[in-house]
């Protein structure tokens, strides 16, 4: 595409999403500018202007002269590989439309390819409306499915690549709220469950992550935390044969522990304490250290066992899990090299043996005073330097 310079953000140089006004009369993309005076600087990036004023007024005008221009069409088929290229619209038309499923695959191999090798492919999809679309496209059959059809997997892929992973408030994650429908969430707990592809579960575990995460998907984030069949689906991922589909799977329990009190409940309920523990134990298979990906997983599970801990019932529920405490004190030091990782699993330690006699005599039995004097001797970080001191004081008595 040759975009009209006006068009592009000056900062990025990308085509705009959220084009906004600054009082100096310069249009910006929203989250560039933002990024910007968050910086601390309170000039205008283009005239070096002060800013006596930085609010930021949205330029609806250049919006939809940009939306006119992404529509406008003169194709009216999606063409052969060796054809010319459609436009966007026309691929949305194709993939809206009642077309056969040869010619919608087509559209989507287009749509994954401009999405996955140009940012502004991105946003202009973005802009176009094409993530709802996708979504529909993959949960659009409530029916139990062995795995996704061609049509359903490349809708997915495409999905994941337009959803955005650094802001958690983008406007972008509301089009996820489609799955609040009975209908979809049926669909995607039975492509959860079913036995497909290992690339296929690790998207849809992913796309659970998301949600649990994006501040516009809080409501359905309690809903799939709240229901049984999204548990049942979920937590057998997390002993899955494929190091990436547990990994997937232990962000995604991650995700949804470090939420709301409600969803953390809802995680101690359906047994996430005895499933992570397990991930624990599978992630540090191998004399005790973690292998490839799952020092990352172990890092993960420790992360949702401290906030289950923060929990009153998920602390007892980790204090009357045989082997649980003894589990944390083997990760207090064995983790070192991931500061944040011995950080989660003293700060678990700590809430459980606050409030159990039991659980204090049982990490004392493990050595929990030799793995904390060990990590304070370590690069670990400050806080997790804070916290085991605290873990040390606790056991000063003993």
Known sequence: ??????????????????????????TYDRPCIERWLAAGHRTCPVTMQPLGDAALVPNRTLRHLIERWLSADHHHQIPDDDAEEPSLAALKRCLQSGAGARDKVAALRKAVALASESDVGRAC??????????????????????????????????ALTLLPTSSPASPQHGC?????????LTSFV?????????????????LLETIATATATRDLALAAAA???VWQALLPLLRHGDDRVSGAAVRAVAAICCGAEPARGSAVHHGAVPALL??????????????GGAAAA??????????????????????????????????VFLMSSSNEGSEHAVA?????????????????????????????QSQCGTRAKTRARSLLKLFKSM
């Open 348 to 376: 678990a330690l700590l809430a459980v043996c606050r409030e159990s006699r039991a659980a204090r005599s049982e990490a004392a039995g493990a050595g929990v005073v030799t793995q904390v004097l060990l990590l304070l």
């Open 227 to 229: 229901s049984p069949r």
């Open 1 to 26: 595409m040759s975009i009209p310079h006006l068009f592009r953000c000056p900062i990025s140089l990308d085509i705009f999403t959220d084009p906004v006004t600054l009082c100096t009369g310069q």
């Open 190 to 206: 039975a492509l959860l469950a079913a036995h497909g592809r290992a690339v296929a579960k690790c998207g849809l575990c992913r």
């Open 278 to 291: 397990g991930c624990l134990s599978w992630a540090s298979a191998g004399n005790g250290k973690a292998r």
């Open 125 to 158: 999809m973005l802009q176009l409306g094409f993530l709802p679309v996708l979504l529909q496209l993959v949960f659009h059959a409530p029916t139990p499915r062995d795995d996704l059809s061609e049509q359903e997997d490349l809708a997915l892929q495409c």
């Open 176 to 184: 996820l709220n489609m799955l609040k429908t009975e209908a979809s």
């Open 298 to 331: 172990a890092w993960s599970a420790l992360a949702a066992l401290e906030a289950l801990a923060a929990s009153e019932a998920g602390r007892r529920a980790v204090a009357r899990e045989p082997g649980a405490v003894r589990a944390l004190v083997r990760h």
